[in-house]
């Protein structure tokens, strides 16, 4: 046990106290802090202006790609199948289109109307013919007093499908293909060819004349031409 006297040493013994700082020295941490803090500030405002640029160029080519598709949906196209017949040429859309052939022997048919010439043979099937000139009365440069039809030895075949109806389509020449927009469809106004009216959507003016669109299912449904 300590005595009174060691006691009373002990308690006599100095504490050590913690430095102070000076004022300057405060003042020189202070600095030092607000030195580190300018120095991050600018690559924060840097990293949150490169954010917005690549948010803003990210809506800019959204909005770009929207825009771009509304031209291309007010443009839509579809493909037709344009063909002459006398002096008139006629379209069809390609979808119903299947295949073109030279006119070959076919097969009358009895107790039908002059404009079935009759079936043609097709890879073991039997496709009625429709001759689109002697049908429309489109007058040929090529047809005889007696109404026989030189374009029937000459001419072209376009096989077409349309629903449950294959047919064959007679006509003098096929033109080609073209790409051709709802929206430039006109009002028919082919006045001469009065019996084309009724089978008629409209008609497209291209640059070396007009092409008279036909309204497929209507024309073989009126002709009654079944295969």
Same mark, same amino acid.
């Given at each position: 046990m300590k005595t009174k006297d060691?006691?009373?040493a002990v308690s006599s013994k100095p504490t050590k106290k913690k430095p102070r700082r000076s004022k300057a020295d405060s003042r020189e941490g202070k600095t #030092? =802090?607000?030195?580190? &803090?300018?120095?991050?500030?600018? #690559? =924060?405002?840097?990293? &949150?202006?490169?954010?917005?640029?690549a948010s803003k160029a990210a809506s800019q080519a959204t909005d770009a790609s929207r825009g771009s598709d509304t031209p291309r949906q007010s443009r839509a196209t579809d493909t037709f199948v344009i063909v002459r017949v006398g002096s008139a040429r006629l379209a069809f859309p390609?979808?119903?289109?299947?295949?073109?052939?030279?006119v070959s022997v076919s097969t009358p048919v009895p107790r039908v109307p002059s404009y079935i010439p009759g079936i043609m043979g097709l890879r073991g099937d039997a496709v009625p013919l429709l001759d689109l000139g002697s049908f429309l009365m489109i007058q040929r440069e090529s047809e005889s007093p007696k109404g026989q039809d030189a374009s029937l030895n000459t001419g072209r075949v376009v096989v077409v499908k349309e629903g449950s109806m294959r047919v064959g389509l007679v006509c003098d020449r096929v033109l080609g293909l073209i790409d051709l927009a709802q929206s430039e469809l006109r009002p028919l106004t082919v006045t001469q060819l009065d019996a084309l009216q009724e089978y008629a959507l409209g008609e497209w003016h291209l640059s070396d004349g007009p092409a008279v669109v036909l309204n497929l299912s209507m024309l073989l449904e009126s002709a009654r031409v079944t295969g």
């Amino acid at each position: 046990m300590k005595t009174k006297d060691e006691a009373a040493a002990v308690s006599s013994k100095p504490t050590k106290k913690k430095p102070r700082r000076s004022k300057a020295d405060s003042r020189e941490g202070k600095t #030092k =802090r607000a030195k580190a &803090r300018s120095s991050t500030t600018p #690559k =924060r405002k840097a990293r &949150r202006g490169h954010a917005k640029v690549a948010s803003k160029a990210a809506s800019q080519a959204t909005d770009a790609s929207r825009g771009s598709d509304t031209p291309r949906q007010s443009r839509a196209t579809d493909t037709f199948v344009i063909v002459r017949v006398g002096s008139a040429r006629l379209a069809f859309p390609a979808s119903a289109t299947e295949e073109v052939h030279e006119v070959s022997v076919s097969t009358p048919v009895p107790r039908v109307p002059s404009y079935i010439p009759g079936i043609m043979g097709l890879r073991g099937d039997a496709v009625p013919l429709l001759d689109l000139g002697s049908f429309l009365m489109i007058q040929r440069e090529s047809e005889s007093p007696k109404g026989q039809d030189a374009s029937l030895n000459t001419g072209r075949v376009v096989v077409v499908k349309e629903g449950s109806m294959r047919v064959g389509l007679v006509c003098d020449r096929v033109l080609g293909l073209i790409d051709l927009a709802q929206s430039e469809l006109r009002p028919l106004t082919v006045t001469q060819l009065d019996a084309l009216q009724e089978y008629a959507l409209g008609e497209w003016h291209l640059s070396d004349g007009p092409a008279v669109v036909l309204n497929l299912s209507m024309l073989l449904e009126s002709a009654r031409v079944t295969g």
